[in-house]
C-alpha cells in the first residue's frame, strides 16, 4: 500500500472534494455521535429522575434507583454482541453502513421508549418493554462510536489524526448537553405532571435530530484505505477471528483502558441520582453543573487531542485517567457537604477539563491499535466490553453507597480503581501517533 493512500490521501493530485473529505467525515462523525448519544444519554438522565418512580413504584426506593440504574446497564449487555457483528460488516462491507444502520436503530428505539405504558398501567410487561429498548439501543451503540472514529481516523491528515478523530468525542458531549438542556425545563414541572407525560417528550423528540443526522451522512463517502482493501480483496474474510488470532492483546488493552468510562457514567447517572434523591440539591442545580462540565469539555477534547498529536496518544490518556481518579474524591465530598460553589468547581475540573484529555486522546489511541483490516471490530469490541462494566458503574455504586455523611467513599474509590485499571493498561500500549497508516497494527 503506497504511503499516499496510507495517510488517507489519493494516490494523485488531490480534488476539491478529496481535501474536504476529512472534514466532511470529522463534521458527519460529530453530528451522528450528537444524535446517537443525545438518545442514549436522555435514557441516563431519565432512569435517575423518573424510571423508579414509574417503572418499579412497588419495591423499596433505594432498590427502585438500584432496578432504574440496572436497566440503563443492560444497554450494555448487547454491545458487546452488537460489536462482533457490526464490526464484521464495518470490516468486510465499508464503514459507511454501518453508521447508516446505527443511527436509524437508534432513533427507532428511543422512540419507542416514549411510547411505553408504565408500571400502573400495564404491570411488570412494562419494564420487560423498556429493558427490550434499551437493549436495542445498546446494539446500536456498539456500533455507532468505533464506526465513526474509524472513519474519521482513515480521513485524517497524517500528522491530525487525533484532533479530527476526536470529533467523534465531542459530539457525544454535545449529545449530553443536548439531552441536559431538553431535560433542563421538564425538570421544573410539578412531579405529577413530569411522571404522566413530561418524562416522554425528549424521547418523541430523538425523530427529528435522527432525521438530522441522516440528512448529513447520506453523502458521506467511504474511507480510501478501506477502499483500495477492497479494491485489491485484502479485506480479512472473517475480520472476527483474524482479530483474535493476530491482535488478541490489543484487544484486551482495550478492554481494561476502556474502564475510564466508568468515570463518566458515575459522573453524568449515579452523582446526579444521588445528589437529587440523597442530598436533596435542586435538579436544575445538577443539571447545569452537567451542561457546564460538557460545555468546557467540547473545547477541551479536541485541545487535548492536539496536544496528543505533538507529544503522543499515552502520557495525554494516562494523566486524564489518574487526574480523574483524584477528582472524584472532591466531588463527591463537595455534594456530600451540598456546597453548591466547590460542586460546580470540581465537577468542572473533573469532567470538562481532566476527563477529557482521555476521553479526547482514545478515539486515535484505540484505533492506531489496529490494521485496517480488522479497526472497527477491534474499536469495538475492546471498548464495549469495557463500557459495559461503566455501564453497571451507577447500580453498582447505588448498591455500595453507605448512610451518612462519607456514604460516598466506597463509590470513590470503585471509580478510581476503574480509571487506573485504564492508565496501567495504556502505559503497555505501543505509542503510535507518529506511525503511518499502512504500518497501524503491524508487528
Same mark, same amino acid.
Given at each position: 500500500m503506497s504511503q499516499a493512500i496510507a495517510s488517507g490521501a489519493l494516490p494523485h493530485a488531490p480534488t476539491a472534494e478529496g481535501a474536504r473529505a476529512p472534514r466532511k467525515a470529522a463534521l458527519a462523525s460529530w453530528i451522528g455521535s450528537a444524535v446517537e448519544y443525545y438518545d442514549f444519554f436522555i435514557?441516563?438522565?431519565?432512569?435517575?429522575?423518573?424510571?423508579?418512580?414509574?417503572?418499579?413504584?412497588s419495591v423499596d426506593p433505594k432498590l427502585a434507583t438500584i432496578a432504574a440504574f440496572a436497566t440503563f446497564g443492560v444497554g450494555y449487555i448487547t454491545r458487546p454482541l452488537g460489536a462482533v457483528a457490526l464490526g464484521h460488516i464495518g470490516d468486510k462491507f465499508g464503514r459507511k453502513k454501518v453508521l447508516t444502520f446505527t443511527l436509524l436503530l437508534m432513533g427507532i428505539s428511543t422512540f419507542m421508549i416514549?411510547?411505553?405504558?408504565?408500571?400502573?398501567?400495564?404491570?411488570?410487561?412494562?419494564?420487560?418493554?423498556?429493558?427490550?429498548?434499551?437493549?436495542?439501543?445498546?446494539?446500536?451503540?456498539?456500533?455507532?462510536?468505533a464506526g465513526a472514529n474509524s472513519m474519521t481516523l482513515e480521513h485524517a491528515p497524517a500528522h491530525r489524526r487525533a484532533f479530527f478523530t476526536s470529533f467523534t468525542l465531542s459530539g457525544t458531549q454535545a449529545g449530553l448537553i443536548l439531552a441536559t438542556l431538553v431535560f433542563l425545563p421538564i425538570a421544573q414541572l410539578p412531579e405529577a405532571q413530569l411522571l404522566s407525560w413530561g418524562w416522554r417528550i425528549p424521547f418523541f423528540l430523538s425523530a427529528v435530530v435522527v432525521a438530522v443526522g441522516f440528512w448529513v451522512r447520506r453523502t458521506l463517502p467511504e474511507t480510501p484505505v478501506f477502499e483500495q482493501e477492497d479494491k485489491a480483496q485484502e479485506t480479512a474474510g472473517l475480520p472476527v477471528a483474524t482479530l483474535f488470532r493476530t491482535q488478541w492483546d490489543d484487544v484486551l488493552r482495550v478492554i481494561f483502558a476502556a474502564l475510564v468510562a466508568v468515570v463518566s457514567t458515575i459522573f453524568s447517572v449515579f452523582t446526579l441520582s444521588y445528589a437529587v434523591n440523597t442530598m436533596k440539591i435542586d435538579r436544575s442545580t445538577m443539571l447545569t453543573?452537567?451542561?457546564? @462540565?460538557?460545555?468546557? =469539555?467540547?473545547?477541551?477534547? %479536541?485541545a487535548w487531542? +492536539? #496536544? !496528543?498529536?505533538?507529544?503522543?496518544?499515552?502520557?495525554?490518556?494516562?494523566?486524564? @485517567?489518574?487526574?480523574? =481518579?483524584?477528582?472524584?474524591? %472532591?466531588?463527591?465530598? +463537595? #455534594? !456530600?457537604?451540598?456546597?453548591?460553589?466547590?460542586?460546580?468547581?470540581?465537577?468542572?475540573?473533573?469532567?470538562?477539563?481532566?476527563?477529557?484529555?482521555?476521553?479526547?486522546v482514545w478515539p486515535a489511541l484505540y484505533g492506531e491499535m489496529?490494521?485496517?483490516?480488522?479497526?472497527?471490530?477491534?474499536?469495538?469490541?475492546?471498548?464495549?466490553?469495557?463500557f459495559a462494566l461503566a455501564g453497571f458503574a451507577p447500580s453498582i455504586s447505588a448498591a455500595v453507597l453507605g448512610d451518612?455523611?462519607?456514604?460516598?467513599?466506597?463509590?470513590?474509590?470503585?471509580?478510581?480503581?476503574?480509571?487506573?485499571v485504564a492508565a496501567v493498561s495504556v502505559f503497555t500500549a505501543r505509542e503510535t501517533y507518529r506511525t503511518p497508516m499502512d504500518q497501524l497494527g503491524r508487528r
Open positions: 435514557y441516563g438522565t431519565a432512569a435517575a429522575l423518573v424510571f423508579g418512580k414509574i417503572f418499579f413504584p416514549g411510547c411505553l405504558p408504565t408500571y400502573d398501567q400495564i404491570g411488570i410487561l412494562s419494564p420487560i418493554l423498556l429493558v427490550v429498548a434499551r437493549l436495542l439501543q445498546g446494539v446500536s451503540a456498539a456500533g455507532e462510536q453543573v452537567l451542561i457546564l @462540565a460538557n460545555v468546557v =469539555a467540547l473545547a477541551a477534547i %479536541p487531542a +492536539a #496536544l !496528543s498529536d505533538r507529544i503522543g496518544r499515552r502520557p495525554v490518556f494516562i494523566l486524564g @485517567a489518574l487526574g480523574s =481518579a483524584a477528582l472524584i474524591w %472532591p466531588y463527591l465530598w +463537595a #455534594l !456530600s457537604q451540598v456546597n453548591i460553589p466547590l460542586i460546580f468547581t470540581f465537577g468542572i475540573l473533573l469532567s470538562g477539563v481532566v476527563y477529557s484529555a482521555a476521553n479526547g489496529f490494521d485496517t483490516r480488522v479497526r472497527l471490530s477491534g474499536m469495538a469490541i475492546g471498548t464495549q466490553i469495557g451518612g455523611p462519607t456514604g460516598w467513599i466506597p463509590v470513590a474509590a470503585f471509580t478510581t480503581a476503574a480509571a487506573a
